[in-house]
Every structure is written in structure tokens, then in C-alpha cells.
């Protein structure tokens, strides 16, 4: 049984910082794919950053490039998303999730496995 279990969110100013963290349990996470996806009220949920099963590939979206990085750490079973300069359209629901393809993707139909979310808060 895979469990991913989120946590760094919360309400922080137009310009600020979070670090949003995700462990995951199994044995095989350094084989999965990771990606931090994010959902608003009223809309679908997003593609944010993924990263390949060694680290050595990473994506983004167009809106969160140049602020947002995303890690992972595969002794300590923990992926991370630190976000920088945020803006109040970065506010919404955040989600870790795993894909055992270990090719970073972003359809959000391809994760195989998914955390229960972080709020992520940001005030102008």
C-alpha cells in the first residue's frame, strides 16, 4: 500500500515563500515519477511540477517557472515543492502524487497514487 501524506501549506503574503513536503511510504518510490499538482474552487485540477524517478528530469507549468522547484530526496522518501514569490493566483488545494512509470508526465489521469492535499493560501 502506497500512502502520501502532504504538508507546508498555509497563508502567506503576495511575495512570500512556502515549501510544501510530501512523504511517501512503499519501497519503491525511487522507481515512481513524482508531481505536485493544484486545484481551485471551480476549476480542474493542474499540472503544477513533476520530477523523473532519479531527479534528473523536471517540468513545470508556464505559469510557475522561474519561481516554483521542485526535489526529491530518495533516501528519505520525500519530494518537495518550494515556492517562491507567490502570488495570489497560486492559491488553491495542492497535491503530491506518484506515477510508476518513473517518466515525469502531466496528465493527472496517469498518477497512479495521490495525497489528500495541502491549502496553499495566498493574500494581496
Known amino acids: 500500500q502506497v500512502q502520501l501524506v502532504e504538508s507546508g501549506g498555509g497563508l502567506v503574503q503576495a511575495g512570500g515563500s512556502l515549501r510544501l513536503s510530501c512523504v511517501v511510504s512503499g519501497r519503491t518510490f525511487s522507481n515512481y515519477a513524482m508531481g505536485w499538482f493544484r486545484q481551485s474552487p471551480g476549476k480542474e485540477r493542474e499540472f503544477v511540477a513533476g520530477?523523473?524517478?532519479?531527479?534528473?528530469?523536471?517540468l513545470y507549468v508556464d505559469s510557475v517557472k522561474g519561481r516554483f522547484t521542485i526535489s526529491r530526496d530518495n533516501v528519505k522518501n520525500m519530494v518537495y515543492l518550494q515556492m517562491n514569490s507567490l502570488k495570489p493566483a497560486d492559491t488553491a488545494d495542492y497535491y503530491c502524487?506518484?506515477?510508476?512509470?518513473?517518466?515525469?508526465?502531466?496528465?493527472?489521469?496517469?498518477?497512479?497514487?495521490w495525497g489528500q492535499g495541502t491549502q496553499v493560501t495566498v493574500s494581496s
Open positions: 502524487a506518484a506515477d510508476r512509470s518513473g517518466v515525469v508526465r502531466k496528465a493527472s489521469s496517469l498518477y497512479d497514487y
Open positions: 520530477i523523473s524517478w532519479r531527479g534528473s528530469t523536471t
